[in-house]
């Protein structure tokens, strides 16, 4: 087999490797994001999962419930944008790293 393509095929499988670990790590990667000055902080991590909501007493008022779904609804979607963009940037840096050595990739 070509000495070239064997090269590419080890640089592969490497990567390969190191993406696995990667998506294994996510968990661990959390993005916080607030809405409504901070009465609502919403946890999200890299594998666009919540994992935890608080709430500042003084937004819990049975009156204005539409509001404090909102107010989670804005805060959860920017929470996930921001793990999401973490879990791109890990992904992206494992992938870079790997680009150069691949031959008929650079």
């Known amino acids: ?9 080890e640089q592969v499988q490497k990567m390969q490797e190191e993406v696995s670990k990667v998506q294994e790590s996510l968990g661990s990667v959390v993005a916080t994001a607030e809405a ?5 902080k919403i946890t999200a991590n890299g594998r666009q999962e919540i994992v935890s909501i608080k709430l500042e007493k003084e937004v819990i008022d ?3 419930q539409e509001m404090l779904e909102d107010l989670i609804v ?3 979607n ?3 944008a921001k793990a999401k963009e973490l879990a791109e940037d ?7 790293s790997f680009m150069p050595n691949i031959p008929g990739l650079r």
């Not at 087999?1 to 095929?9: D, Q, R, V």
């Not at 890990?90 to 870079?96: D, H, I, P, R, Y």
């Open 74 to 76: 804005a805060a959860a």
């Open 90 to 96: 890990k992904m992206s840096l494992v992938a870079n």
């Open 36 to 40: 409504g000055g901070g009465m609502v």
């Open 78 to 80: 920017r929470a996930l």
């Open 62 to 64: 049975p009156n204005e």
């Open 1 to 9: 087999m070509n000495p070239e393509l064997m090269k590419a095929l």
